[in-house]
Each structure stands twice: as C-alpha cells, then as structure tokens.
C-alpha cells in the first residue's frame, strides 16, 4: 500500500523522469557518438586537441548553468504571471554580458592558449560558443521555471541532432581540423535558444512580471557551478600530453555514465524549485539520487564485465590501453553525478556556502595532478579518488545542512559566503 500510494503521490514526478530519461538517452547517444566519430576519424593529435578544446567548453558554458538555475527559480517563484517584459529586459542585458564576456576572452586567447596547450586558431571559435552560451539558457530556464522540463530536454534532443549534422560536415569537408567541431558546441544554441525565445512564456494573463533575477545570485552560481565543473574538465588539460588521447577516450567512455545518471536533473530541479515545503524537496532529492545511483551503477557493471568488447565497439580496439579502467571509472563518475544533484539541490535551497568544499576538492585535483601524472594509472587513481571525497563530503554537508534546518527552521542566507 505504501508503495502504491508513493506512486500515486509522485506520479506527474516520476512520468517526468520516464520521459527525461527516454529523451536524455537519446540526447546522450548521439553526443557521444559525435564524439565518438571524432575519435574515429581524427588524427590522434587532433583528437587530443579538440578534448582539451572540449575541457575549456565545459567551462566556458559553465555561465549557461548559472543563468539558467537563476531563471528557473524566478519564475518559478512568479508561476501563471505574463513573461514578456521581463523576457526582453533579460535578453537586452545578457546580449550585453556575453558580449563583455566573450571580447574579455578573445583578449586572453594567447595566454589560455598557452595553459591549455590549444593552438591559437582555435580561440576565434571558441569565444563564438562563449557568446552562444549565454543565450540558450534564458529559454531553458523559463521552461524549467513552468515546471516544463521535458520540453527543455527536447531542446537538447534537437541540439544534440544538429551537432551530428555539423560533425559530419566536419568530417567529410574539413577532416583533421577541430574547428567545426567545436563551433558544433555553439551553433546549434541559436536554433534552440535564441529563435524560440520569444514565443514561450506570454499566453499567462495574471498580470505582467516587471522585475528581474538576482544577478547577485547568478553570480554565486556562477562560481558554483565553476567549481563543481572543474573535477571532470580541468582533468583534459592537466593530464600529461604523452597519454591524453587514451585517457581522452577513456573520459569519454566514462562520461556515458555521468550523463545518464544526471539526465533527471533538470526534472529534479524543476520540481524542487516548484515546491514551498522543504520536506517535498527533499524528497524529490532522494527519488533522484535513488535512479541516479542505479543507473549509474547499472552501467558501471557493464564496463566491467565486457571492457573489450565496448572499446572495440567504441573506438575498434584503438585504445586497448584503457580497458581495465573502464569499470572502476564508471563507478567514480556515478560518484560524481550524485554529488552534482546534491548541488543542485543546495542551489534550491540557497544553501551556497557548500562552495567551500568544492574550493578544497579542485586545489587537491591540481595538486594530485602535479604529484601523480607519469602514468594512466595515476591519473584514474587521482580522479577516482576525488569523486569519493566529493562525494563523500557533499554527504556529510546534506546531513549538516538537514539537520539544521529541521533543528531551526531557518533558511541560509545567500548574501554572505
């Protein structure tokens, strides 16, 4: 009885998450095998070039998280009120952001191109899917902010299909350059983010809303998200050259995991920000951390018993090198993704000094980098053993942070860090 009445309580919930799923292992599949035509077709060197491009990527698009969680709980926030004030205000000042943002970053190429080992060429596309970026989740936000997620993940479908089409081009036009395929990380956002924009959002007649987000607060997400996007980002760029084509295609192998256990996310955080009791939200929490793990794990397992198999499926047995990796890095990346719903279920919460833990856990990934990077090895034993402090940490934090609450009733503040 419990269990029906469970279902019965969450149905709308968890018809979401079927749907979320169902669309993100879609969305998921054709990412990676863009990446996956990339690694087939590109020369080595190219390859491990276009990775460290795709580390600096994950970055620069970091923004987009920021903007977008910001977003979903203001309109979450003014539910059944008109958008279209609001939405031009937030286009016309974002327009201008992405465009100090994205000069600020071409005026830097060199150096960065230094860092990170890229050749300058690349930077010129680069800042294109910076200034792209900031666009896509001003439509994805007011989606989630509906409680709307599905559709927000269909524009990750659509996303996903035309970078398929442009890495195709990439291939058979100009094969053994990167720049096409990172422009295939920007592209696709004036489609999805910016054409649609104007068109969601208007058809509520509760009074308009004459206000705007808390850029305050889209910039402690901002670093929030930096931080918790560096574990699986900054490794591409760390890792010794002499081995980053493998460990590029075992990260990307691993990812798989990460991506399927966090494709619920955007239907967790939809609904939390929708709810009023802290109790619900934390129950929305344990469902998602519940199908994140056993998915997660689910795969894990499969790398672990047919690793040769999959990288012969994957790159046709061009990696051999990472086949006794690919188990134990699927269940680090699981880690990895639970901790990524924990956050953002402390960014609901407001809860945004459990940024500190994430400082502490990138100082030890350089630190780990710059000690143990003469092997493969030592590079999985660094990311695995930062996934289990992340994960472990961001544990101990929820329970702190529940405790509290239940205790005071009280929430954070999000002024002071």
């Not at 970026?133 to 996303?159: A, D, R």
Request: glycine share 6%; hydrophobic share 50%.
């Amino acid at each position: 009885m419990k269990f029906k009445t469970f279902l019965k309580s969450n149905s709308d919930f968890l018809k979401n998450i079927f749907i979320s799923t169902v669309i993100g292992v879609c969305a998921s599949f054709l990412n990676y095998y863009f990446n996956v035509l990339l690694a087939r077709n590109l020369p080595s060197s190219e390859f491990g070039i276009y990775s460290a491009a795709l580390g600096i990527i994950s970055i620069i698009q970091v923004p987009s998280l920021a903007i977008s969680s910001a977003v979903t709980k203001f309109v979450a926030g003014n539910r059944g009120k008109n958008l279209k004030i609001f939405k031009k205000d937030l286009f016309k000042k974002f327009f201008i952001i992405a465009f100090i943002f994205s000069v600020l970053f071409f005026i830097l190429s060199p150096v960065i191109s230094d860092i990170s080992n890229i050749p300058q060429k690349y930077m010129f596309p680069l800042t294109i899917v910076l200034f792209l970026s900031f666009f896509n989740p001003l439509t994805k936000g007011i989606l989630y902010g509906l409680e709307k997620p599905n559709k927000g993940n269909f524009l990750n479908l659509t996303e996903s299909v035309l970078k398929i089409c442009i890495g195709f081009l990439a291939i058979n036009i100009y094969r053994g350059d990167a720049t096409l395929p990172i422009l295939a990380h920007g592209l696709p956002l004036i489609l999805t983010g910016i054409l649609i924009y104007p068109f969601i959002g208007n058809i509520q007649d509760k009074g308009n809303i004459h206000g705007s987000i808390n850029f305050k607060n889209v910039i402690l997400y901002f670093f929030l998200f930096v931080f918790l996007s560096i574990p699986y980002t900054l490794d591409l760029s760390l890792v010794n050259s002499e081995f980053r084509p493998e460990y590029s295609a075992l990260s990307l192998i691993g990812k798989i995991v990460y991506f399927a256990s966090i494709m619920i996310t955007s239907v967790m955080f939809s609904k939390a920000a929708n709810l009023k009791d802290k109790r619900e939200r934390r129950k929305v929490l344990n469902i998602s951390l519940y199908i994140a793990l056993f998915i997660g794990v689910c795969l894990s397992l499969l790398y672990w018993f047919i690793p040769e198999y999959i990288n012969n499926f994957v790159y046709g047995g061009k990696y051999p090198e990472i086949t006794e990796y690919l188990g134990i890095y699927g269940l680090g990346m699981t880690l990895y993704a639970s901790t990524y719903l924990i956050y953002n279920y402390f960014i609901v919460e407001n809860f945004i000094r459990s940024i500190y833990w994430l400082i502490f856990t990138a100082i030890i990934q350089i630190l780990l980098f710059f000690f143990r990077n003469d092997s493969l090895e030592h590079v999985v034993q660094n990311q695995l053993f930062l996934y289990i402090l992340m994960f472990l940490g961001s544990i101990i934090l929820l329970k702190i942070y529940v405790r509290k609450m239940d205790g005071t009733g009280i929430e954070p503040v999000t002024s002071t860090m």
